[in-house]
Protein backbone atom coordinates (compact mmCIF):
# COMPACT_ATOMS: atom_id res chain seq x y z
CA UNK A 1 0.00 0.00 0.00
CA UNK A 2 1.31 3.46 -0.98
CA UNK A 3 2.02 5.82 1.77
CA UNK A 4 3.47 9.49 1.64
CA UNK A 5 4.69 11.14 4.27
CA UNK A 6 5.74 14.88 4.25
CA UNK A 7 8.38 16.19 7.18
CA UNK A 8 8.36 18.70 8.62
CA UNK A 9 4.57 19.05 9.47
CA UNK A 10 4.95 22.50 9.99
CA UNK A 11 7.30 25.33 9.42
CA UNK A 12 8.02 28.97 10.08
CA UNK A 13 10.63 31.17 8.40
CA UNK A 14 10.95 34.78 7.85
CA UNK A 15 10.55 36.48 4.97
CA UNK A 16 13.31 35.94 2.04
CA UNK A 17 14.62 32.73 3.02
CA UNK A 18 14.93 29.78 0.71
CA UNK A 19 13.07 26.74 2.14
CA UNK A 20 12.77 22.96 1.10
CA UNK A 21 10.19 20.63 1.82
CA UNK A 22 9.95 17.06 1.94
CA UNK A 23 7.96 14.20 0.22
CA UNK A 24 8.79 10.60 0.48
CA UNK A 25 6.59 7.62 -0.63
CA UNK A 26 6.75 4.10 -0.35
CA UNK A 27 5.67 2.61 -3.69
CA UNK A 28 8.29 3.74 -6.39
CA UNK A 29 5.39 2.71 -9.06
CA UNK A 30 4.35 6.09 -9.42
CA UNK A 31 2.79 7.66 -12.65
CA UNK A 32 3.54 11.23 -11.41
CA UNK A 33 3.85 13.13 -8.17
CA UNK A 34 2.42 16.09 -7.93
CA UNK A 35 2.58 19.53 -5.41
CA UNK A 36 -0.30 21.68 -4.10
CA UNK A 37 -0.72 24.26 -2.04
CA UNK A 38 -4.29 24.42 0.18
CA UNK A 39 -5.25 27.85 1.72
CA UNK A 40 -7.26 27.46 4.80
CA UNK A 41 -11.11 26.60 3.89
CA UNK A 42 -10.24 26.48 0.54
CA UNK A 43 -9.19 24.16 -2.08
CA UNK A 44 -6.39 22.88 -3.72
CA UNK A 45 -3.74 24.61 -6.39
CA UNK A 46 -1.92 23.07 -8.43
CA UNK A 47 1.80 24.08 -8.00
CA UNK A 48 3.89 21.21 -10.63
CA UNK A 49 3.56 17.65 -11.67
CA UNK A 50 6.51 15.92 -12.21
CA UNK A 51 6.48 13.06 -14.44
CA UNK A 52 7.98 9.13 -13.35
CA UNK A 53 10.45 9.63 -16.70
CA UNK A 54 11.75 13.64 -15.23
CA UNK A 55 14.05 14.59 -12.52
CA UNK A 56 12.35 18.04 -11.67
CA UNK A 57 10.09 20.68 -13.25
CA UNK A 58 10.10 24.71 -12.21
CA UNK A 59 7.57 27.38 -12.38
CA UNK A 60 8.92 30.43 -11.19
CA UNK A 61 10.58 30.73 -7.34
CA UNK A 62 9.15 26.65 -7.02
CA UNK A 63 11.69 23.65 -7.83
CA UNK A 64 9.94 20.54 -7.33
CA UNK A 65 12.81 17.14 -7.67
CA UNK A 66 11.93 13.99 -7.72
CA UNK A 67 13.98 10.84 -6.82
CA UNK A 68 11.65 7.93 -7.93
CA UNK A 69 14.54 5.07 -6.68
CA UNK A 70 14.97 6.09 -3.31
CA UNK A 71 11.12 7.02 -3.03
CA UNK A 72 11.38 10.99 -2.55
CA UNK A 73 10.48 14.59 -3.62
CA UNK A 74 11.50 17.95 -2.57
CA UNK A 75 9.72 20.85 -3.26
CA UNK A 76 12.23 24.18 -3.43
CA UNK A 77 10.59 27.97 -2.61
CA UNK A 78 13.05 30.86 -3.35
CA UNK A 79 13.15 33.87 -1.72
CA UNK A 80 10.01 32.94 0.22
CA UNK A 81 7.13 35.45 0.96
CA UNK A 82 4.11 36.51 3.58
CA UNK A 83 1.91 35.40 0.35
CA UNK A 84 3.57 31.57 0.21
CA UNK A 85 1.94 31.16 3.83
CA UNK A 86 -0.19 28.04 2.96
CA UNK A 87 -0.14 24.32 3.63
CA UNK A 88 1.85 22.38 0.84
CA UNK A 89 0.96 19.16 0.19
CA UNK A 90 2.37 16.15 -2.04
CA UNK A 91 0.64 13.69 -3.79
CA UNK A 92 1.71 10.52 -5.60
CA UNK A 93 -0.39 9.09 -8.48
CA UNK A 94 0.57 5.44 -8.83
CA UNK A 95 -1.89 4.27 -12.36
CA UNK A 96 -3.42 6.80 -15.00
CA UNK A 97 -6.56 7.19 -13.54
CA UNK A 98 -6.05 10.34 -11.11
CA UNK A 99 -6.18 8.25 -8.01
CA UNK A 100 -3.78 10.71 -5.85
CA UNK A 101 -2.51 9.63 -2.52
CA UNK A 102 -1.60 12.51 -0.43
CA UNK A 103 0.85 12.98 2.39
CA UNK A 104 -0.87 15.22 5.18
CA UNK A 105 1.04 18.24 4.37
CA UNK A 106 3.47 20.56 5.41
CA UNK A 107 2.34 23.98 6.85
CA UNK A 108 4.24 26.94 5.92
CA UNK A 109 4.15 30.20 8.07
CA UNK A 110 6.39 33.14 6.17
CA UNK A 111 6.81 36.15 8.59
CA UNK A 112 7.18 39.39 7.37
CA UNK B 1 -10.34 32.18 -9.22
CA UNK B 2 -10.84 28.88 -9.32
CA UNK B 3 -11.36 27.01 -13.16
CA UNK B 4 -13.88 24.45 -11.28
CA UNK B 5 -16.72 26.01 -9.70
CA UNK B 6 -18.91 24.10 -6.54
CA UNK B 7 -22.06 24.86 -5.28
CA UNK B 8 -23.13 25.39 -2.64
CA UNK B 9 -19.93 26.40 -0.77
CA UNK B 10 -21.44 25.74 2.25
CA UNK B 11 -24.44 22.65 3.46
CA UNK B 12 -25.92 22.26 6.27
CA UNK B 13 -28.29 19.17 6.25
CA UNK B 14 -30.00 16.66 8.56
CA UNK B 15 -29.65 12.73 8.25
CA UNK B 16 -33.04 12.38 6.82
CA UNK B 17 -32.33 14.97 3.99
CA UNK B 18 -31.77 14.73 0.62
CA UNK B 19 -29.14 17.07 -1.41
CA UNK B 20 -26.70 17.58 -4.00
CA UNK B 21 -23.52 18.93 -4.34
CA UNK B 22 -22.81 20.59 -7.95
CA UNK B 23 -19.43 21.42 -9.95
CA UNK B 24 -18.99 22.54 -13.27
CA UNK B 25 -16.00 23.26 -15.28
CA UNK B 26 -15.56 25.05 -18.66
CA UNK B 27 -11.98 24.17 -19.66
CA UNK B 28 -12.93 20.97 -21.84
CA UNK B 29 -11.27 18.38 -19.59
CA UNK B 30 -12.82 15.13 -19.75
CA UNK B 31 -12.32 12.91 -16.11
CA UNK B 32 -13.61 14.71 -13.61
CA UNK B 33 -13.40 12.94 -9.62
CA UNK B 34 -14.87 13.82 -6.37
CA UNK B 35 -12.31 13.87 -3.40
CA UNK B 36 -13.46 13.62 0.23
CA UNK B 37 -11.22 15.78 3.21
CA UNK B 38 -11.74 15.55 6.87
CA UNK B 39 -10.70 18.29 8.64
CA UNK B 40 -6.67 18.15 9.30
CA UNK B 41 -7.02 15.57 6.77
CA UNK B 42 -5.47 15.15 3.08
CA UNK B 43 -7.76 14.69 0.84
CA UNK B 44 -9.34 11.04 -0.21
CA UNK B 45 -10.68 10.08 -3.70
CA UNK B 46 -14.20 8.67 -3.68
CA UNK B 47 -15.44 8.54 -7.13
CA UNK B 48 -13.65 9.05 -10.86
CA UNK B 49 -15.48 9.97 -14.35
CA UNK B 50 -13.59 9.24 -17.20
CA UNK B 51 -15.50 10.56 -20.82
CA UNK B 52 -18.87 11.11 -18.24
CA UNK B 53 -18.63 7.09 -17.25
CA UNK B 54 -17.79 6.19 -13.52
CA UNK B 55 -14.58 4.76 -13.97
CA UNK B 56 -13.30 4.02 -10.05
CA UNK B 57 -15.23 3.84 -6.95
CA UNK B 58 -13.51 3.72 -3.76
CA UNK B 59 -15.78 1.90 -1.95
CA UNK B 60 -17.64 4.74 -0.95
CA UNK B 61 -21.26 3.87 0.99
CA UNK B 62 -24.35 3.96 -1.66
CA UNK B 63 -26.00 6.91 0.30
CA UNK B 64 -23.16 9.05 -1.70
CA UNK B 65 -24.05 9.06 -5.34
CA UNK B 66 -22.39 10.38 -8.21
CA UNK B 67 -24.17 11.34 -11.29
CA UNK B 68 -22.08 13.08 -14.48
CA UNK B 69 -24.79 14.33 -16.91
CA UNK B 70 -22.05 15.84 -19.31
CA UNK B 71 -18.56 16.39 -19.71
CA UNK B 72 -18.41 19.81 -17.81
CA UNK B 73 -21.05 18.91 -15.02
CA UNK B 74 -20.76 16.44 -11.94
CA UNK B 75 -23.01 15.82 -8.87
CA UNK B 76 -23.03 14.34 -5.67
CA UNK B 77 -26.10 13.12 -4.39
CA UNK B 78 -26.56 12.97 -1.02
CA UNK B 79 -29.55 10.80 1.24
CA UNK B 80 -29.37 9.73 4.74
CA UNK B 81 -25.80 10.87 5.51
CA UNK B 82 -24.49 10.56 8.67
CA UNK B 83 -22.52 13.12 11.48
CA UNK B 84 -19.18 11.61 10.50
CA UNK B 85 -19.45 12.07 6.69
CA UNK B 86 -19.73 16.30 8.03
CA UNK B 87 -16.37 17.29 6.07
CA UNK B 88 -14.83 19.67 3.12
CA UNK B 89 -16.02 18.00 -0.70
CA UNK B 90 -14.00 18.69 -3.42
CA UNK B 91 -14.38 18.01 -6.61
CA UNK B 92 -11.54 18.50 -9.67
CA UNK B 93 -11.25 18.05 -13.24
CA UNK B 94 -8.14 17.43 -15.72
CA UNK B 95 -7.58 16.90 -19.64
CA UNK B 96 -8.50 12.89 -19.14
CA UNK B 97 -6.99 10.10 -17.44
CA UNK B 98 -4.85 8.78 -20.26
CA UNK B 99 -2.65 12.17 -20.07
CA UNK B 100 -0.55 12.82 -17.64
CA UNK B 101 -2.25 15.83 -16.86
CA UNK B 102 -2.09 18.09 -13.49
CA UNK B 103 -5.78 18.06 -11.35
CA UNK B 104 -8.05 21.15 -10.90
CA UNK B 105 -9.25 21.23 -7.96
CA UNK B 106 -12.49 23.65 -7.04
CA UNK B 107 -12.78 25.30 -3.34
CA UNK B 108 -15.15 22.81 -2.24
CA UNK B 109 -18.50 22.53 -0.84
CA UNK B 110 -17.85 22.42 3.30
CA UNK B 111 -20.41 19.79 4.35
CA UNK B 112 -22.12 19.68 7.73
CA UNK B 113 -24.34 16.88 8.82
CA UNK B 114 -26.41 17.11 12.00
Known amino acids: KQEVTQIPAALSVPEGENLVLNCSFT??????LQWFRQDPGKGLTSLLLIQSSQREQTSGRLNASLDKSSGRSTLYIAASQPGDSATYLCAVERGSQGNLIFGKGTKLSVKP | DTEVTQTPKHLVMGMTNKKSLKCEQH?????MYWYKQKAKKPPELMFVYSYEKLSINESVPSRFSPECPNSSLLNLHLHALQPEDSALYLC?????????????FGNGTRLTVT
Open chain 1, 27 to 32: DSAIYN
Open chain 2, 92 to 104: ASSRGTEYNSPLH
Open chain 2, 27 to 31: MGHRA
